[in-house]
């Protein structure tokens, strides 16, 4: 790619980093930027910047948010002995669409997987104990339906039990190895009201 500018390069070399982004993808992305009005590149750019900057963990449930705390986590209106337990904001806010669900969430941000070596130790497993010495009923386990879901999900359950908590895993209605996201509202909340104890 030396026919380049190191300018378009470097452009060309950070975009396929992004996933999904190959070389070829990345030169034609690097290409629409250059070709795109300056306000609304720098727009882009800055929204980079300022997400990176600002958004940050929930201290509570750590989903991504701006504030110390998430919307979901400070409302008086949802009920906080209740915690959902998924891999990812994506997947909490595909449960908060499905609009029937009033616990709370914890997300994982990742799922163990001996196979690509993240242990226990790698996802907010140990934010999930602290936040179960205050009164909680259920840990509703809603990591996805594949290998490392599952193996995510009987580790949970193995921790929690012996606390006296009710752990429940979400109903085989989201198709085995399905990714949580691309699952129809419905089908999300067949499966969390078919939930089974674990
Ligand atoms: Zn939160």
Redesign the pocket.
Known sequence: MEFYSSQINNLVEQLSRLPGIGAKSAQRIAFHILNMREDQAFALAGAITSAKKNVRC??????Y?DDE??P???SPQRNHRQIMVVENPRDMAAYEKTGRYDG??HVLHGAISPMAGIGPQDIKLSELMVRLQADVDEVIVATNKNLEGDTTATYISKLVKPLGIKVSRIASGVPAGGDLEYIDEVTLYRALEGRTDM
Do not use: A, G, N
């Not at 929930?58 to 989903?63: A, G, V």
């Open positions: 929930c201290k509570e449930c750590c989903t948010t705390l998430c979901i986590c400070r709370v969430y």
